[in-house]
C-alpha cells in the first residue's frame, strides 16, 4: 500500500533566503514527514534557523504553491523550531482565553539537572540556556533545548494524531496577541 501523499499541513522555512513554504505530504515526500529519525537536520543556523508547521486552513486545492495563503497573517496557531539541528528551541503559539499565547515546550523533567527538578516551584527564576535563532538569541531553561533526534517524535505524534503528546512541560513566555 503506498502512502497517502495529499498535503495536510504547511511547513514554512525561515532562513537568509527569507521564508520558503512546503505543502506536506507530497508526491516526493509521501506519508509523515517525521517518520525519519531526525526531520530537522536542515536547520543549521546559518542557511536555516526556524521552521513553522501549521494544518492547511483548507483542504488541499492541487496548487502545491499555496497561492490561497496569506502568510503574512497565517497561521495563527503553530509549532514552531528555531535554531540548528543541535540547539534548537520549541514553541507553539495558542489561543488561549481570547489572546494568542506564545509557549515554549520542554521535555518533562526526569530527575534532576542543573536547576530542573520534578518539582516546577524549584526551577531557576530566569531561563538560563542561549539558543541563537538566525541573528537572534531566545533565553530557556535546559529542558526546553531540544535536537533535532529529540524533537522529530513529537512532531510525529502530532502530526498524526493533531496534538502534542502528554509529559512535555507548557510554560507561557509572555507574548501576547490580539485576536484577529
Known amino acids: 500500500m503506498s502512502e497517502d501523499s495529499t498535503p495536510t499541513h504547511v511547513q514554512l522555512v525561515y532562513g537568509r533566503n527569507g521564508r520558503t513554504s512546503f505543502a506536506l505530504p ?3 515526500n509521501p506519508g509523515n514527514p517525521f517518520a525519519k529519525s531526525s526531520a530537522f537536520t536542515h536547520l543549521d543556523g546559518r542557511k536555516a534557523w526556524a521552521a513553522v508547521w501549521a494544518p492547511l486552513p483548507a483542504p488541499f486545492d492541487g496548487d502545491y504553491r499555496l497561492p490561497g495563503i496569506d502568510f503574512d497573517h497565517w497561521p495563527e ?6 535554531g540548528r539541528r543541535g540547539r ?3 514553541e507553539a503559539r495558542r489561543l488561549i482565553d481570547g489572546s ?3 509557549l515554549a515546550i520542554g521535555r518533562a523533567a526526569r530527575g534532576s539537572w542543573k536547576g530542573v527538578t520534578q518539582d516546577p516551584g524549584a526551577r531557576p527564576a530566569e531561563p538560563e540556556e542561549e539558543v541563537s535563532i538566525g541573528q537572534h538569541s531566545v533565553w530557556v531553561f535546559p529542558h526546553e533545548v531540544w535536537t533535532s533526534a529529540q524533537i522529530t517524535p513529537v512532531f510525529r505524534h502530532w502530526f ?12 507561557d513566555i509572555g507574548l501576547e ?3 484577529n
Open 177 to 179: 496577541y490580539g485576536q
Open 160 to 171: 498524526e494524531h493533531g496534538e502534542l503528546p502528554g509529559g512535555l512541560t507548557i510554560r
Open 77 to 82: 496557531e503553530y509549532l514552531q523550531v528555531g
Open 88 to 90: 534548537m528551541t520549541f
Open 26 to 28: 507530497d508526491p516526493l
Open 100 to 102: 494568542f499565547r506564545q
